[in-house]
């Protein structure tokens, strides 16, 4: 998928590092609500080889609202993409998407280890997985 600069970036790139691909929505008062603790995973685990893919599934026109929701969060950290195709994306079929917020922990092979972990669930599993 595109950066905001529509930069193609593959998941792939990421590749050695344990990465959470994070389904989200500028429009989604859950995953909102959930960015404060992506963040404060970001600040304690990046430095230990971990990083965040932010997908959002924002829609076309609202990409305004997709980059002022990364700012206002404070996302701008790690890479986030978005093909603005809201629940068109290819995305959706690819991961099996009912809802968001969603998210897939792999490992630095790009393993899916963990899902779905929010509030302090990340953060302890990332505290098992990077002694």
């Given at each position: 998928?595109?950066?905001?600069?529509?930069?193609?970036?593959?998941?792939?790139?990421?590749?050695?590092?344990?990465?959470?691909?994070?389904?989200?929505?500028?429009?989604?008062?859950?995953?909102?609500?959930?960015?404060?603790?992506?963040?404060?995973?970001?600040?304690?685990?990046?430095?230990?080889?971990?990083?965040?893919?932010?997908?959002?599934?924002?829609?076309?026109?609202?990409?305004?609202?997709?980059?002022?929701?990364?700012?206002?969060?404070?996302?701008?950290?790690?890479?986030?993409?978005?093909?603005?195709?809201f629940w068109d994306s290819p995305v959706i079929s690819m991961y099996s998407l009912k809802a968001v917020p969603q998210n897939f922990?792999?490992?630095?092979?790009?393993?899916?280890?963990?899902?779905?972990?929010?509030?302090?669930?990340?953060?302890?599993?990332?505290?098992?997985?990077?002694?």
């Amino acid at each position: 998928m595109a950066d905001a600069n529509g930069t193609e970036i593959a998941l792939s790139s990421l590749r050695g590092q344990y990465v959470l691909v994070d389904f989200w929505a500028s429009w989604c008062a859950p995953c909102r609500s959930e960015n404060p603790n992506l963040v404060k995973a970001y600040n304690k685990f990046n430095s230990k080889g971990f990083t965040i893919f932010g997908v959002s599934l924002d829609e076309q026109g609202k990409k305004a609202d997709w980059l002022a929701a990364v700012a206002n969060d404070s996302l701008g950290q790690w890479t986030n993409v978005s093909d603005l195709l809201f629940w068109d994306s290819p995305v959706i079929s690819m991961y099996s998407l009912k809802a968001v917020p969603q998210n897939f922990l792999l490992d630095k092979e790009g393993v899916i280890v963990a899902s779905n972990l929010f509030g302090d669930a990340l953060e302890e599993k990332l505290t098992e997985l990077l002694k």
